[in-house]
């Protein structure tokens, strides 16, 4: 592959990865903080009104930082990506731009009077602004989905002579039977995260024996949310997404799957380590046929494999794919594990005093973080060779101009900028975690 197209790529692999840390938790947290406030309106239960008073604090450093790594994004698209912002600018602009526009605006502002309001707008609007926080929050998400998804399902375009691609109906954009299956699994992923972490805080409380009360109702609410999470993680979303992939992008289905050969009653790869030159996979653990149904509802059916398809076709780094989505799968089940034995423990009362189970969910934070990133991977890099799926090759659409050696420098620069970012970040949110939701009135 051409080094600098190489560089363009991992730089906004970069940007983008480190950027998705933030948003992923203010969208799950935006939910949370609104069942928060309707608890404490509705039970006139003060405890609740402080509890959402400190995630509010937690969530308006994750947006602060949010926003300040969103805006390179946008700048790489003319920069880096210069290509394929003049082939389809008139498409992915409208979007972009509505993010921006709408639902930016009405988080921000609403986040404003959210934090700082409290006491001019009472307990009703102040409840109302948590809602208008989490409209914008969730509106941003789907307008940067309905993007993504674009990308992944051209729909409501036609194509100019010239190859340039213009917008022919908003509202197939806005309605791409694609999104519907990726944003509910990208969202259901970011309450997964805000779940885990705010159970996390509440059992390094119920662990350090501070702010015991809290510790309880963080981990109470972290955990019944984070069931329901992890389930529909795996169904209906993750299942219909899988399905969506097999139908539309089957050369990405056949290398997240490690299936290098057609077969009738294709077997699921649990484990084992795809060789691409030999078109094999080395030590597998299957379960036979079980791809097959899981795909069509059909034992037998017939799954195509990578041999079907051109090889220029093939996305180009399918161990990276193989294993991130495996990766994503494996933490889904280990989340689903963690949460359900942690809610049967919480049906028998006995959770708060489980010690084993509260160390558990204290380091199990990262685990959601990590499977989004691995989601995120197997989507993009599952798309390849396409920037635009049959319409634009990843290849044609960086900017001719900027070669690889300025693309390097800006990265270096990005890295050393977004590690100092990073430890502000730990040190505010530590911050917080020392003060507690006591001190937070
Ligand atoms: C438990 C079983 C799961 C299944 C069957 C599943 C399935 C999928 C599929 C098929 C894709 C689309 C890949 C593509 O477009 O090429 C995907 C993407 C993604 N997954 Fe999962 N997933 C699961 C668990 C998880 C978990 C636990 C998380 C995070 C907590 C997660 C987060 C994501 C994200 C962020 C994406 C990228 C955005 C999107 O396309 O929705 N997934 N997943």
């Not at 707008?121 to 993504?148: C, E, K, N, Q, R």
């Not at 993009?380 to 390097?408: F, K, N």
Request: net charge neutral; proline share 4%.
């Amino acid at each position: 592959m051409d080094y600098a197209l190489t560089i363009h790529r991992l730089q906004f692999a970069f940007t983008i990865t480190f950027h998705y840390i933030f948003p992923q938790l203010t969208m799950g947290l935006a939910l949370l903080l609104v069942v928060l406030k309707t608890i404490a309106l509705r039970t006139g239960n003060e405890r609740y009104d402080q509890a959402a008073r400190f995630w509010a604090k937690i969530f308006g450093i994750n947006f602060a930082l949010g926003v300040v790594t969103g805006i390179p994004m946008e700048f790489q698209f003319g920069t880096n990506w210069a290509r394929c912002s003049k082939a389809a600018g008139g498409v992915i602009g409208q979007t972009l731009a509505m993010e921006g526009m709408f639902s930016f605006f009405l988080e921000s502002t609403f986040l404003g009077l959210f934090l700082f309001g409290e006491k001019r707008l009472g307990p009703v609007w102040h409840w109302v602004s948590s809602i208008a926080v989490f409209a914008g929050a969730w509106l941003s998400g789907y307008f940067i989905i309905a993007t993504d998804a674009w990308m992944q399902y051209p729909v409501g375009h036609t194509v100019d002579a010239n190859g340039s691609i213009q917008l022919s109906s908003i509202g197939a954009l806005l309605t791409n039977p694609w999104i519907l299956w990726q944003y509910s699994h990208n969202m259901i992923a970011s309450v997964a995260t805000a779940s885990f972490v705010m159970s996390a805080v509440g059992a390094f409380y119920l662990l350090t024996g501070r702010s015991m009360k809290f510790g309880e109702i963080f981990v109470r609410l972290g955990v019944i949310s984070g069931i329901a999470a992890a389930f529909l993680l795996a169904m209906p979303t993750g299942d219909q997404q899988a399905r969506m992939v097999a139908t539309h992008q089957p050369v990405a289905f056949a290398a997240m799957e490690g299936l290098f050969h057609t077969e009738q009653g294709a077997s699921l790869v649990l484990i084992g380590q795809p060789d691409v030159e030999k078109m094999r996979l080395d030590n597998p653990i299957a379960v036979p046929r079980l791809l097959s149904f899981l795909t069509y509802q059909r034992w037998a059916a017939e799954v195509k494999g990578l041999d079907e398809f051109p090889r220029e076709n093939w996305p180009d780094n399918i161990p990276l794919l193989y294993f991130s989505y495996h990766i994503m799968v494996g933490l889904g089940t280990i989340q689903l594990a963690i949460m359900g034995i942690a809610t049967v423990l919480l049906f028998l009362k006995r959770l708060v005093k489980t010690k084993a189970m509260l160390w558990t969910l204290m380091l199990a934070f990262p685990i959601p973080y990590i499977a989004t990133t691995a989601g995120w991977i197997t989507a993009e890099v599952g798309r390849q060779p396409w920037l635009i799926y049959g319409l634009l090759r990843t290849a044609d659409g960086t900017s001719a101009q900027v070669g690889s050696g300025s693309t390097m420098f800006t990265l270096m620069g990005f890295m050393g900028l977004y590690l100092l970012l990073g430890l502000l970040f730990v040190f505010m949110i530590w911050r917080e975690l020392e003060h507690g939701p006591e001190e937070a009135t």
